[in-house]
């Protein structure tokens, strides 16, 4: 996607966690169509938020103030001022910033002045006990919290504050009303390095979390702001999916939209015009880890099969449009419905000898 909007004029910048290739790779972002890039080149490395190096294209920056254990340079703020400084470089001409910031994740770390923010007034849940030190000390295992719910609601802030400062950047400059801006979620929330989606109710009335294919793990927000062109407060329910980003963004530079993806345009969608808004037949997700996980949606039916590896052929079946929560199983009442998604969820699994789900691949 940002090659193809760098083909057509757009000037492209990433910023924050990248992780499909790192320095002297084909997958660096520099070689993925962005012009610009400030943040980590490393999954691992991204789960630090003091760590030792950050990369501003393919100079290696080193971060001094991080020495010896100090907490001398949050990445997220660094990051963040290098996003600001696109936006002003770039806003005479069209361009497309992608922002996958790291906030908040597995490690629960926070400025002290952000902290105090929140410390004595939330219970403080169960201190999580990191690595301080040693060889993978920064080096991708977390850091330890005394303070985990002070410290999440703190990077929440952090991440709030952030967005709000690039509205009012675009604001100022006077493009407002001329720049789309999207914020969302790659998954639901997580239980690492002391998160407790519990405490702060993440999920809300969905079941699951990060890695679970019930709502909670893979229904997350999709907000977006273009003033004059998206009615302000406005909801919609159309099922979409981050597929569908590349067929949207395409349609909206005027470029000729792919056509090896399964992505539909959510645009007419966008713009009110849901009359003219093509949907998706079924939504498919599979997950490899654990035990095996596939889930389909179909108009208003979830379909959810778990324990793949260990034989387990049973579809759970929910009705979205009663149960958001998938809190009741009616597969037995809809044989139907579940001999479709059997055959989607057949189909759609392509077998890859590196990734097995048990009866699926023999």
Not at 321 to 335: I, M, R, W, Y
Request: hydrophobic letters at 35%; proline letters at 7%; one cysteine or more.
């Amino acid at each position: 996607m940002p090659e193809m909007l760098q083909k057509a004029g757009y000037a492209t910048g990433a910023f924050g966690k990248w992780g499909l290739g790192g320095p002297d790779t084909e997958g660096e972002p520099n070689n993925q169509g962005f012009d610009e890039f400030y943040g980590y080149v490393c999954q691992s490395l991204a789960h630090n938020y003091y760590p030792d190096h950050l990369w501003d294209n393919q100079e290696k920056i080193m971060l001094h103030e991080n020495d010896n254990g100090k907490f001398g340079a949050y990445s997220p703020e660094l990051m963040h001022q290098e996003a600001l400084k696109f936006i002003e470089a770039n806003q005479k001409e069209p361009f497309f910033l992608f922002l996958p910031t790291p906030l908040p994740h597995a490690e629960l770390l926070a400025p002290a002045e952000e902290m105090a923010v929140f410390e004595g007034k939330l219970a403080e849940g169960e201190p999580y006990k990191g690595t301080d030190e040693g060889p993978g000390f920064r080096k991708g295992r977390l850091g330890s919290q005394e303070k985990p719910h002070a410290a999440f609601a703190a990077m929440v802030k952090v991440l709030d504050d952030q967005v709000g400062e690039i509205m009012k950047t675009v604001d100022s400059l006077g493009i407002g009303n001329n720049t789309l801006i999207i914020f969302t979620s790659d998954n639901g929330p997580h239980i690492e390095g002391g998160g407790d989606p519990e405490f702060f109710d993440s999920n809300g009335p969905l079941k699951g979390i990060k890695r679970d294919l019930y709502e909670g793990g893979i229904r997350v927000p999709l907000i977006m702001r273009w003033p004059g062109r998206i009615q302000a407060n406005s909801t919609n329910d159309h099922p979409s999916a981050f597929w569908d980003f590349k067929a949207t963004f395409t349609a909206l530079a005027g470029i000729e939209a792919p056509e090896n993806g399964d992505g539909i345009s959510m645009l007419p969608t966008m713009l009110g015009k849901e009359e003219q808004q093509l949907k998706h037949p079924h939504l498919y997700w599979e997950y490899h880890g654990e035990t095996g996980k596939q889930a389909v949606r179909m108009g208003k039916w979830k379909g959810v099969r778990k324990d793949i590896r260990k034989g387990n052929e049973t579809i759970e079946l929910y009705d979205l449009s009663k149960d958001l929560g998938e809190t009741t199983d009616v597969a037995d009442q809809h044989p139907k419905i579940v001999q479709k998604l059997d055959s989607i969820l057949r189909a759609e699994h392509t077998t890859n000898p590196t990734f097995k789900l048990g009866y699926l691949d023999e």
